[in-house]
């Protein structure tokens, strides 16, 4: 069992197979604690003490006159509001009189097996086997609201899903202003808070600094997950590191605006909020109502930034991507965007598929472009008809010459945006997003379509199904061009204007969800601007989602390394593309481009009948790479070994099979210094008992690989180290192959 109640002791402890979590029940007013999240104990005798209740100002039963002493002090597994608990509320409810005191305690709770779908939101899933459940019913008796607060545990998996259900149970509307989907007291502790920052282009880079006092968050107000802030934050021990010391993992399921907060008290103690962001945010409930909030992981790992990496991949791969193509070899595809951008025909398109075809290639995706009359990005969002003056007979007949290559066929959409200049605007200007008698703020000449109503998303689908049916079409990418502003519905009523925002993300995931039911067997990637919704939610309705339109081989080494600190490498699109690069203007060698993109789904983005014939062989020899090892790179362990965000010279990271028998590591040496000797780099994850053949895996020659004449031990490799020979020149990669002997 992984989830006990001991009624004697009012405690409820949570296993996970090297963790545990645990709560317990206090007072005669049932305040409900958090006591304990890490390593896993085995033993609970006198786990009661950490809550400090025998120690002044003690329970509000035996001092009720210092009750805000103790409300600002306890550990609370869900805070509460306005009632002496001067820290960061999870819950405020809003009644008719205008108060806003929430407090919850505990009534009752029920064990599952397995875990209930959270509806219209994605979650994590699986079998009775492998997941329970604890909901813990609370209330605040004043206001008669309900909160179920949700703990589902993973036999697998190292990870806990949290949430929490709000329901009226007054006769009255109550308006909720906020409600966080988890809260974690933590004994406080000296620790170091890292998030991922971003820009266009620029996305998730990890950034860590000491959690002082005061409150520390980041947040997006921007209707996505953003680019500039990912929903995750972790807290690590001051000697964290990728292999050692103690870290906790906090990632949102959910893909719209978020708060992820970090409190620490005058006490030291460190309180984590993780919900929808409360700013632009008013839910109306009406008596007998629910509010499902979205899902939390927490993942807490002693050994280091790994240990938690590796759990998140796990967990995502087996409990929460549900596409078909999960475990299966993705088609190489090429993407004709920094090929043509707008500027393309039919032929055009036939051209670069037959190109690509011979050399390997798999699918072809059409990008921005195909519709109404897209000729450039400042119109015809929302005309999803084929444009045939580009498309010469139709998209079914493109899609048969595609397909005539050998080739599979992809198509771009982008289903949540109108353009002004647009059909669809001139019928029904009210489905744009905006504020009666203010201009709405455009972004690339765009506006965002309500989708939080049923006619718009009805609309958009139907056009985008017809597109869908009348071709052969195995692949879509969905994109999402610009935030949410100027937040208006014409279809909510004023009381329940601060719900759009959610309502959008629930109307963007219903819509995903009727294309998959449509469409079960279709590859979805997810978009946004490049990376700008890259989070849980959206890996549950797609496999992979585009990294950045940033394609430049060494401006991915930071994006891709915060990438898969939590997302499996499967996860991560990634292209070959031409230099110099059109974000950064660089030149890089095409191995080492070739080589950066094979870590992720890979794929190209170039116009290919333009490429040298040098290059058109290392095509070649990619793709045979890709064939050769993406299984491992797929399935397999992610181990960081060096980190080129924090030592600016060199990257270098490995995966590795289930057996450890076989591992790649991947090297890039960003900038080449004089007289040098070469690098000695510890791996990880190997057998220390094994012996391991060392081979280069060549991308720039036909011979597939070079055999080092090295036999290395495990124990060697990962405790004294890996000599890497310096390669010659800027920016240049190095592909090696390990295998047991
Ligand atoms: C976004 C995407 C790009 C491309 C363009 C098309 O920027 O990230 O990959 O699809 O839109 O307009």
């Known amino acids: 069992m992984s989830i006990q109640y001991f009624e004697k002791e009012n405690i409820f402890l949570l296993n996970t197979p090297k963790t545990s979590y645990i709560i317990g029940i206090f007072d005669e007013e049932q305040f409900l604690g958090h006591l304990y999240y890490g390593k896993r104990i085995t033993n609970i005798e006198g786990i009661h003490s950490l809550a400090r209740t025998m120690e002044p100002p003690f329970v509000p039963s035996k001092n009720d006159r210092d009750r805000s002493s103790f409300f600002d002090a306890f550990p609370f597994e869900y805070s509460s509001h306005g009632v002496g608990d001067f820290r960061e509320s999870s819950l405020k409810m809003r009644t008719k009189d205008g108060h806003t005191a929430t407090s919850l305690v505990y009534v009752s709770h029920v064990i599952l097996r397995g875990k209930r779908k959270l509806e219209g939101l994605p979650a994590t899933f699986g079998q009775e086997d492998e997941v329970e459940t604890l909901e813990i019913i609370c209330v605040d008796p004043v206001t008669n609201v309900r909160a179920i607060l949700s703990y589902s545990v993973f036999s697998d998996c190292d990870a806990i899903a949290r949430s929490v259900r709000v329901v009226n149970d007054s006769n009255q509307p109550l308006y909720m202003e906020r409600v966080m989907s988890a809260c974690f007291d933590l004994e406080g502790r000296d620790f170091d808070v890292l998030t991922l920052h971003g820009s266009w282009a620029r996305e998730r880079h990890m950034e860590r600094k000491p959690l002082g006092h005061g409150i520390f968050g980041v947040a997006s107000l921007r209707g996505e997950s953003s680019h500039q802030e990912h929903p995750f934050i972790g807290l690590l021990s001051k000697n964290a590191d990728q292999t050692s010391g103690e870290v906790y993992g906090f990632h949102f399921v959910y893909s719209g605006n978020f708060l992820a907060q970090a409190q620490r008290n005058q006490f030291g103690q460190v309180r984590v909020l993780m919900g929808i962001h409360p700013e632009e945010f008013c839910w109306k409930l009406e008596p007998g109502e629910s509010f499902q909030a979205p899902e939390v992981i927490s993942v807490y790992s002693d050994q280091g930034l790994g240990g938690m990496t590796r759990t998140l991949h796990d967990l995502y791969r087996e409990h929460l991507i549900r596409s078909p193509w999960l475990h299966k070899k993705r088609p190489i595809l090429i993407n004709n965007w920094e090929a043509t951008y707008f500027d393309f025909t039919s032929e055009k398109i036939v051209d670069i598929a037959k190109e690509s075809a011979r050399l390997g290639i798999e699918m072809l995706v059409l990008d921005d472009g195909w519709f109404g009359n897209r000729f450039d990005d400042n119109r015809a969002l929302g005309d999803w008809q084929v444009n045939e003056e580009k498309i010469t007979g139709g998209m079914g007949k493109l899609s048969d010459e595609i397909h005539a290559q050998g080739m599979k066929f992809g198509l771009w959409f982008e289903p949540e945006m109108i353009s002004p200049e647009s059909k669809l605007f001139k019928e029904h200007p009210d489905w744009a997003i905006q504020v009666p008698d203010r201009r709405p703020c455009r972004a690339r000449n765009q506006l965002v379509l309500d989708i939080s109503r049923k006619e718009v998303r009805d609309h958009i689908l139907s056009q985008v199904f017809a597109v869908?049916?009348?071709?052969?079409?195995?692949?879509?990418?969905?994109?999402?061009?610009?935030?949410?502003?100027?937040?208006?519905?014409?279809?909510?009523?004023?009381?329940?204007?601060?719900?759009?925002?959610?309502?959008?993300?629930?109307?963007?995931?219903?819509?995903?969800?009727?294309?998959?039911?449509?469409?079960?067997?279709?590859?979805?990637?997810?978009?946004?601007?490049?990376?700008?919704?890259?989070?849980?939610?959206?890996?549950?309705?797609?496999?992979?989602?585009?990294?950045?339109?940033?394609?430049?081989?060494?401006?991915?080494?930071?994006?891709?390394?915060?990438?898969?600190?939590?997302?499996?490498?499967?996860?991560?699109?990634?292209?070959?593309?031409?230099?110099?690069?059109?974000?950064?203007?660089?030149?890089?060698?095409?191995?080492?481009?070739?080589?950066?993109?094979?870590?992720?789904?890979?794929?190209?983005?170039?116009?290919?009948?333009?490429?040298?014939?040098?290059?058109?062989?290392?095509?070649?020899?990619?793709?045979?790479?890709?064939?050769?090892?993406?299984?491992?790179?797929?399935?397999?362990?992610?181990?960081?070994?060096?980190?080129?965000?924090?030592?600016?010279?060199?990257?270098?990271?490995?995966?590795?099979?289930?057996?450890?028998?076989?591992?790649?590591?991947?090297?890039?040496?960003?900038?080449?210094?004089?007289?040098?000797?070469?690098?000695?780099?510890?791996?990880?994850?190997?057998?220390?008992?094994?012996?391991?053949?060392?081979?280069?895996?060549?991308?720039?020659?036909?011979?597939?690989?070079?055999?080092?004449?090295?036999?290395?031990?495990?124990?060697?490799?990962?405790?004294?180290?890996?000599?890497?020979?310096?390669?010659?020149?800027?920016?240049?990669?190095?592909?090696?192959?390990?295998?047991?002997?």
């Open 468 to 741: 869908l049916h009348a071709a052969k079409i195995e692949y879509v990418k969905w994109d999402m061009n610009r935030p949410l502003s100027d937040l208006g519905s014409a279809a909510l009523s004023s009381d329940r204007q601060g719900e759009l925002m959610h309502r959008y993300v629930l109307g963007m995931y219903e819509m995903q969800e009727r294309l998959l039911q449509e469409f079960p067997e279709l590859l979805l990637e997810n978009c946004s601007g490049g990376g700008g919704r890259f989070d849980p939610g959206m890996l549950y309705f797609s496999p992979q989602i585009w990294c950045s339109d940033d394609t430049d081989a060494i401006e991915r080494l930071s994006i891709q390394e915060g990438t898969a600190l939590l997302y499996p490498l499967s996860c991560m699109g990634a292209h070959v593309s031409v230099c110099p690069n059109h974000t950064v203007g660089r030149s890089t060698p095409f191995a080492t481009r070739g080589m950066v993109a094979l870590a992720g789904t890979f794929g190209y983005e170039l116009d290919i009948t333009k490429l040298s014939e040098e290059d058109k062989t290392a095509v070649q020899w990619q793709t045979r790479t890709y064939h050769a090892f993406n299984d491992l790179v797929r399935e397999g362990k992610y181990y960081r070994v060096q980190s080129y965000a924090e030592n600016h010279d060199h990257d270098c990271f490995m995966v590795t099979n289930a057996k450890a028998d076989k591992a790649l590591v991947f090297f890039t040496q960003v900038l080449a210094t004089p007289n040098m000797r070469s690098r000695c780099i510890r791996l990880q994850g190997l057998k220390e008992e094994a012996n391991y053949r060392i081979q280069i895996v060549n991308l720039d020659k036909e011979e597939q690989f070079t055999d080092t004449g090295k036999v290395v031990s495990g124990g060697i490799l990962m405790n004294a180290g890996m000599i890497v020979e310096r390669p010659w020149g800027d920016f240049q990669a190095r592909l090696y192959y390990l295998e047991e002997i």
